[in-house]
């Protein structure tokens, strides 16, 4: 199994930027495709951006051109860059590593607070 720990989350105002960081507790990026969620009070938790073992890149449409995702494999981190938030970008944002062929498929964080609000 796979310990996931977000940092980052905090109040920004509409137009700003924050940075998301989850740090794995092993080395699992060769083989875990990396994703950020996020939920929002009374909705259903839902992809924002994914990064697979090879790179590949997918994003929400409600953030593509604002926000990107990428690794830094010596750290074992993932970072989800979030610029010119939006109020309706406000929810708790979770990372999650997940892979088809392992024991435990899908591994999640504990959670950060994004807050988008004047």
């Known amino acids: 199994q796979v310990q996931l720990v977000e940092s980052g989350g905090g109040l920004v105002q509409p137009g700003g930027s924050l940075r998301l960081s989850c740090t794995a507790s092993?080395?699992?990026?060769?083989?875990?495709?990396m994703g950020w969620y996020r939920q929002a009070p009374g909705k259903q938790r839902d992809l924002v951006a994914a990064?697979?073992?090879?790179?590949?890149?997918n994003y929400a449409d409600s953030v593509k051109g604002r926000f990107t995702i990428s690794r830094d494999n010596a750290k074992n981190t993932v970072v989800l860059q979030m610029n010119s938030l939006k109020p309706e970008d406000t929810a708790v944002y979770y990372c999650?590593?997940?892979?088809?062929?392992?024991?435990?498929?899908?591994?999640w964080g504990q959670g950060t607070q994004v807050t988008v609000s004047s």
């Open positions: 999650n590593a997940f892979c088809y062929t392992c024991s435990v498929r899908s591994n």
């Open positions: 092993k080395s699992i990026f060769s083989i875990y495709t």
């Open positions: 990064l697979t073992s090879g790179g590949s890149t």
